[in-house]
């Protein structure tokens, strides 16, 4: 039995994500269409959506939250301290929420909404078709049965990993949150070299796809370190070696590094803004480079926790 069996789940905010997990939970059959309720202000997509999952779409968040267990938050941050007042003091103890919003803090969540049992998680996009992974933290006040919940309303998206301390959430945004970002980058500049060279462009395209794509599901199957899979593909003196040649001298590793330390950075930066704008911010937030953790102890409210737990579908 699913642990959001016999469960309501309410999704604040329906757009693209939000979506993504009501459809994974349907498809699972993890809950029925009359489980979900969302808010949505536009008429248009809430008929949408219940025209086609069957779910009930209501103009009101805080209507979708009154009779939920768990509560999705998937709302722009730019729209976070708006909703959050609206549903801070209207929520009822044991009720979960989840919050998928970019940069928010559980110290933001928790002080907006008024309210202690909160999962701070990131999605990735390739969600959208349930190949996502989705790393979050639960506060020390989640019990195990929620974290059940949320695990199973995460799994939805693809891959979950839950993490003992909220700083990964934060690294995690910068790799796999923002990770399809360079990799459609790299997708994209590999499709116009081979354009350069002569191929038609749809030609160019299905060949870096599936090279792509093999080359991640041969690194996934083997389980070897990608050095090693590149020394595999590199012979002395050969075309791959010429090629390496070239990327190391681009400084491809330090501008990747730079690269991931940047969105690091600017998620820090969205969570010290929220902070601020609530009057938050004398401390460090729980990302700060070099601040404390927010890691607890084995007298935690779950018994039974691990650092890096993962779950595939």
């Known amino acids: 039995m699913s642990p959001l069996s016999n469960r309501t789940v309410a999704t604040i905010g329906s757009g693209v994500m939000a979506e993504s997990i009501i459809a994974g939970l349907l498809r699972g059959k993890l809950v029925g269409p009359r489980q ?11 008929e949408e959506l219940e025209s086609q999952y069957g779910v009930r779409m209501v103009a009101s968040n805080l209507e979708a939250a009154a009779e939920a267990d768990v509560i999705l938050l998937s709302v722009k941050p730019q729209t976070l301290t708006k909703v959050g007042h609206e549903l801070g003091g209207h929520l009822r103890p044991n009720q979960l929420i989840v919050s998928i919003v970019a940069g928010a803090t559980c110290k933001v969540l928790t002080s ?17 078709i349930g190949r996502g992974v989705t790393v979050w933290y639960p506060t020390p006040e989640v019990t195990e049965e929620q974290c059940d919940q949320a695990r199973v309303l995460l799994r939805a998206l693809g891959t979950e990993l ?6 990964f959430v934060e690294m995690a945004t910068a790799v796999s949150g923002t990770g399809p970002a360079y990799v459609f980058l790299v997708m994209e500049a590999l499709i116009d070299a081979a354009v350069h060279l002569g191929f038609p462009r749809h030609i160019a395209h299905d060949l870096v796809i599936e090279t792509l794509e093999g080359s991640t599901a041969f690194a996934k199957a083997t389980a070897q370190h990608p050095a090693v899979l590149r020394n595999m593909v590199t012979s002395p003196g050969g075309t791959s070696a010429a090629a390496i040649h070239e990327l190391e001298s681009g400084r491809l590793r330090t501008v990747l590094s730079e690269a991931v330390w940047a969105s690091y950075r600017r998620t820090i930066e969205l969570g ?12 460090q937030s729980a990302g700060s480079i070099g601040g404390a953790t927010n890691g607890r102890t084995a007298g935690g409210a779950r018994s039974k926790t691990s650092t890096g737990r993962r779950s595939d579908r």
């Open 162 to 167: 839950q993490v003992e301390d909220e700083r």
């Open 36 to 46: 979900i309720v969302g808010s949505e202000p536009r008429p248009e997509r809430r």
């Open 112 to 128: 907006l909404l008024s309210h202690r049992e909160v999962v701070r998680s990131m999605p990735n996009t390739p969600a959208q």
């Open 272 to 283: 010290a803004d929220l902070e601020k704008g609530l009057g938050l911010n004398e401390g």
